[in-house]
């Protein structure tokens, strides 16, 4: 990518947005050959992050704290090692921000956009790269978390779009305890292809293509992941601004989805009192009904222990009798519980729990342990004697 900062000077997210689609505006002849997603075009990519205290401008300060924190891993201590970092701000919800390789003598740009909570980066660099810079910054920033769809959200984003239809897919199956895992990847695919999929190996999607018209062509080529980045391959000449509009409309779709899921809107407060305590509000998330035979308490613990619980992220105690595990995420320093009803798994936030940490653990439930499980949220300012 290049550009120049008074490209995005002095405009709204919108303007940016319609600046840099010009990366992926492609005559007529040319979005009927792009039948496929390689990945090795140029796209536009937006990663929808939950900002909990990055400030445009802060570059510096927080690669210093990960280069100097000795609790932050050694992953990330080489990462910084072998990348120097630049950010030019733009203005106050702007700025331009590089990361250079030098081993490679190579630069890539990427537009940090902070806006009501939420951390945009918009980038056109090449997924490879991508992978090796922005995404490794983004998951070793304390303070910063990419947005997480269940495969229903995912789902239900996509059905969202206006003149849209599915187009291809990626959807995954890992559960323990069964003989097969499935990667499943669709190219050209019709619904029915991602239904029978669910309906055949309960493989839930990871990620969506469509293709959206601007009557009665192929206008947007474009995909949704459930790891909280939305992406532009082709824009037809002329449909710049619906291509804009679907952005907007997607993102604003995706963060009202994860805050649905994650959001704490009622942490636990205890409060004293002479007779006892109170504790003020309940927020659980909630993962049930998976593709498994039931299991005991402590064939699930175990399975949590060995494929969550064991990195250098968390650190845990059992408590009551095995029905509960009291979790604290080091990376986000809170804590919070997880109950156990088998083979569901139901994480209650307790006062200093955000959102950070509970979709960090549920990311690597479906990551690692099992991929098909529903999720839900329940919540409510109750009062427990």
């Known amino acids: 990518m290049d550009i120049a900062p008074s490209d995005i000077e002095d405009k709204s997210t919108r303007e940016v947005l319609d600046e840099l689609i010009q990366y992926v505006v492609t005559s007529g002849e040319e979005m009927e050959s792009k039948t496929t997603r390689s990945g090795g075009q140029t796209d536009l990519n937006i990663y929808l992050c939950d900002n909990q205290d990055y400030n445009i401008g802060e570059l510096d300060q927080w690669v210093t704290y990960i280069a100097e924190n000795d609790g932050i891993t050694g ?114 695919a019709e619904e029915n292809d991602l239904e029978d999929a669910e309906e055949t190996f309960d493989a839930k999607p990871t990620r969506i293509e469509f293709d959206q018209t601007n009557s009665p062509a192929t206008a947007i080529q474009g995909s949704n992941t459930n790891e909280g ?44 009192l002479d007779s006892g305590f109170t504790v003020d509000g309940f927020t659980a998330v909630e993962l049930t009904d998976p593709d498994r035979e039931q299991a005991t308490n402590e064939e699930l613990i175990a399975d949590l222990e060995e494929n969550i619980l064991n990195g250098n992220q968390y650190r845990y105690g059992i408590r009551d009798e095995q029905r509960k595990i009291r979790v604290y995420d080091t990376d986000h320093d809170e804590l919070f519980d997880v109950a156990l009803e088998p083979p569901n798994i139901i994480l209650y936030a307790r006062e200093s729990t955000t959102a950070l940490s509970l979709r960090s653990f549920v990311r690597d439930v479906y990551d690692d342990l099992d991929s098909t499980y529903s999720l839900s949220k329940s919540h409510n300012p109750v009062s427990i004697q």
């Open 75 to 188: 992953h990330a201590d080489n990462y910084v090692g072998e990348h120097t970092f630049s950010e030019q701000v733009i203005d106050e919800d702007i700025s331009l921000v590089g990361i250079s390789t030098p081993a490679k003598n190579r630069e890539d740009e990427f537009v940090f956009v902070a806006k009501d909570g939420y951390l945009w980066v918009l980038t056109t660099v090449h997924s490879d790269w991508r992978d090796k810079t922005i995404e490794n910054l983004l998951n070793y920033l304390p303070c910063v978390e990419r947005l997480y769809l269940s495969a229903d959200d995912l789902r239900e984003l996509t059905d969202d779009v206006k003149d849209a239809r599915v187009s291809g897919f990626t959807a995954k199956y890992h559960a323990p305890n069964r003989e097969r895992d499935a990667t499943l990847i669709f190219s050209g």
């Open 229 to 272: 980045r939305v992406t532009m391959r082709s824009v037809k000449r002329g449909s710049e601004g619906k291509a804009v509009d679907t952005i907007m409309g997607l993102t604003a779709g995706y963060q009202e989805l994860d805050r649905q899921s994650f959001e704490v809107e009622h942490a636990p407060v205890r409060q004293e």
